[in-house]
């Protein structure tokens, strides 16, 4: 019955988001509130009109809460803003291991973990600093701490594997 209602009112489903939020991409936070209001079936058993006031209060919800799932899982850190952080380059004492790192960063950048790489390049840029790092991408210092020992420690296994095959 609900996915059948969400079939058919769409169009109008995202432009209610649309309204909520003022934003142009929505796709993340609809996608959110179908989910909810997809496992929230229980209480669909409700007139047409309440149903899409049930379903603006659930955008509503997730758009302005700071403890929805949307918030944590988008609007926490602005994910664009963490993208167009110029990085400044410092030259290192050794170039080749320079060039390897850069190289692994780059290619981490394109894939869907890319949130690491890109981190840890701007914790080197600040000096390897941080709270350098945590001030200027505003996210918690336990958090820049941990997600940068976590990326150095697949690029310490990645060295160890290039060092024994070779």
């Given at each position: 019955m609900v996915h059948n209602w969400i079939?058919?009112?769409?169009?109008?489903?995202?432009?209610?988001?649309?309204?909520?939020?003022?934003?142009?991409?929505?796709?993340?936070?609809?996608q959110v509130c179908i989910e909810q209001l997809?496992?929230?079936n229980k209480s669909f058993t409700m007139e047409e009109g309440a149903r899409f006031y049930f379903f603006t209060k659930i955008v509503r919800n997730n758009y302005y809460s700071k403890t929805s799932p949307y918030y944590y899982s988008n609007k926490k850190f602005n994910h664009?803003?963490?993208?167009?952080i110029e990085v400044i380059e410092e030259p290192y004492e050794?170039?080749?291991e320079m060039m390897w790192v850069h190289q692994n960063i780059d290619r981490d950048k394109k894939t869907k973990d890319w949130y690491y790489a890109r981190l840890f390049e701007i914790f080197i840029s600040n000096g390897c600093s941080i709270t350098k790092t945590q001030e200027m991408t505003t996210i918690p210092r336990n958090s820049v701490s941990r997600d940068i020992n976590k990326y150095r420690k697949i690029l310490i296994d990645r060295r160890k594997k290039r060092i024994s095959e070779n």
């Open positions: 079939e058919n009112n769409y169009n109008r489903l995202r432009q209610i988001t649309h309204n909520v939020t003022k934003e142009n991409d929505i796709d993340d936070i609809f997809i496992l929230n664009l803003e963490l993208r167009n050794d170039f080749d």
